[in-house]
Nanobody, 126 residues
C-alpha cells in the first residue's frame, strides 16, 4: 500500500506560481509511475503530467506544456509540480497518483493508477 499526501495548493492571481508537493510512503520511486491529475467542478478528472520512476521520462497535457514542470526526488520520497503562468482555467483540485511502472503506456488514464492522494485545491483568480 502506498500513501500519498499532497500539499502546496492555494489561491493565486493569474500569472502567478505555485509548487505542489506529493509525499509518498515508499523508499524509492523505482518501479512506479507517478502522475498529477486535476478535477474542476463539473468536469472529469484530467491528466496533467506524469514522470517515470527514474525521473528520466516526463509527459504533459498540451494545455500546461511550457508552464508546468513535474519532478521527483527519490532522496526525499517526494514528487513536485511547479506551476508557472497560472491561468483561471487551471483552477481545480489537484491529485497525485502512483501505479506500477508498466502503466506508463496508459499513463494518461486515471484508471491505470492504484494509489491516490486526497487532493489539494488550486484557485487562480483573474
Amino acid at each position: 500500500q502506498v500513501q500519498l499526501v499532497e500539499s502546496g495548493g492555494g489561491l493565486v492571481q493569474a500569472g502567478g506560481s505555485l509548487r505542489l508537493s506529493c509525499a509518498a510512503s515508499v523508499r524509492t520511486f523505482s518501479g512506479y509511475y507517478m502522475g498529477w491529475f486535476r478535477q474542476a467542478p463539473g468536469k472529469e478528472r484530467e491528466f496533467v503530467a506524469g514522470i517515470s520512476g527514474s525521473g528520466g521520462n516526463t509527459d504533459y497535457v498540451d494545455s500546461v506544456k511550457g508552464r508546468f514542470t513535474i519532478s521527483s526526488d527519490n532522496a526525499k520520497n517526494g514528487m513536485f509540480l511547479h506551476m508557472n503562468s497560472l491561468k483561471p482555467e487551471d483552477t481545480a483540485v489537484y491529485y497525485c497518483a502512483a501505479g506500477r511502472s508498466y502503466l506508463a503506456a496508459v499513463r494518461r488514464n486515471a484508471d491505470a493508477y492504484d494509489y491516490w492522494g486526497q487532493g489539494t485545491q488550486v484557485t487562480v483568480s483573474s
